[in-house]
């Protein structure tokens, strides 16, 4: 087995043990891929495909493209490569450039915003679609710097989750690559001929910082212990409230009780 083909089998096997560690894909299943044409969404839009070819059960997969209105978003690219592969898909074009420049200041940082617009676009057409849920491609990373981005700025220990029932009450979302380390995508997708696409949005590298200060935060403790990523993410899965300030009801009285 080469090198590629090595990478490939491993993110398939983390991708395949998420599904079954989370009961994330049932049979029969029709899922819509949210396919922003980046390294994550493509992998996983793949590796998902190549899990379908041979899983004991049946499902479906469907990218959807949120097209945001960025005047260099290049949809043909994605689109050559999906009829080429056979792919069902669709390209939902939507105002969201008008949008965001209407409601942010020019300093601000345009993902937070975005990012809940598109989500609600992807529920309308999983709804259209009469898909029964919609998959993410959050890898590892994404986990745990939403813990931290939470614990430091947020005052609240909470992540991600691989299976949601959306707040509309009515999608489900799951997110695969969970286990999937950041560098093994960037490795893959190197060795594949998927057309990765920036998402063309004209305020792109004005980073969020505090994602940037929490990425160089975990780079530089992986770096002096090797393996702290993966620890953290088992954490997520290893929470002992007994340890925590969690408030137990039956426990809680007031002065004026005696």
Sequence with gaps: MNSKDALEHRIQRLT?????????????????????????SWTLL????????????NFSLIAVTVHPGFPDFRTDLLEDYLREKEYEYHIVKTPLFPILLDKLTPSATPCPLCSRMRRGVLYTKARELDCTKIALGHHREDFIETLLLN??????????SPFLNADDGLNVVIRPMVYVPE??????????????????????????MKRVKIKKLLADLERERPGIKASMLAAL????QRHLLAKSPDKICSMDDG
């Design 46 to 57: 793949h590796i998902l495909d190549r899990l379908r070819q041979r899983a004991p059960i």
């Design 237 to 240: 899965a290893n929470v002992d």
């Design 183 to 208: 560098s093994d995508i960037i490795q893959y997708v190197a060795t594949t001929p998927l057309p990765v696409i920036s998402c063309a949005c004209p305020a792109y590298g004005r980073m969020d």
């Design 16 to 40: 395949g043990r998420a599904i079954g560690d989370f009961g994330l894909i049932e049979n029969h299943d029709r899922i819509l891929v949210a396919l922003s044409g980046g390294k994550d």
């Design 151 to 160: 614990l430091f700025y947020n005052g609240k220990i909470k992540a991600m």
